[in-house]
């Protein structure tokens, strides 16, 4: 069985992010994509724009020197330009490290992303990490 192609699509984005290949991610989002960071840490908020979606992903490699490690769980679309994802984030700051669950609600519009809702298990130990 085939896979959906807005699942490939997703794949394709997480190989990009796992490699540091900004230009790979930005060919996969529209200019005005939004990623949505839950909580209230220095990560946190609605970054609006390709410009900023891809400094955000860049600000986590700095944040963490370059120790973040995402492993891909599973991919599922609806079929109506929707999928979601589920990973395990590994990094660490300094002394302190996190390894927690994560999922991703991309919409997805003319084969491109063009919103990321991201959500974990615990916002609070996240905030603390990215504080």
């Known amino acids: 069985m085939a896979e959906h192609p807005d699942c490939a699509l997703v794949r394709r984005g997480y190989v990009a992010f796992g490699e540091g290949d900004m230009e790979t991610l930005a060919s996969l989002m529209t200019a005005d994509v939004v990623h949505h960071v839950p909580g209230n840490s220095q990560i946190s908020g609605h970054h609006k ?14 944040l963490t020197n370059g120790t973040m490690q995402v492993q ?28 927690i669950r994560e999922g991703l609600f991309f919409t997805i519009v003319g084969g491109k992303i063009t919103d990321i809702d991201e959500c974990n298990e615990d916002i609070d130990e996240a905030d603390r990490f990215w504080a």
């Open 49 to 62: 724009g390709r410009d900023a979606v891809l400094q955000l992903y860049r600000r986590l490699g700095e």
């Open 72 to 99: 891909l769980e599973a991919v599922l679309a609806d079929g109506r330009g929707h999928v979601m994802s589920f990973h395990t984030t590994r990094a660490d700051r300094g002394d302190h490290g996190i390894e």
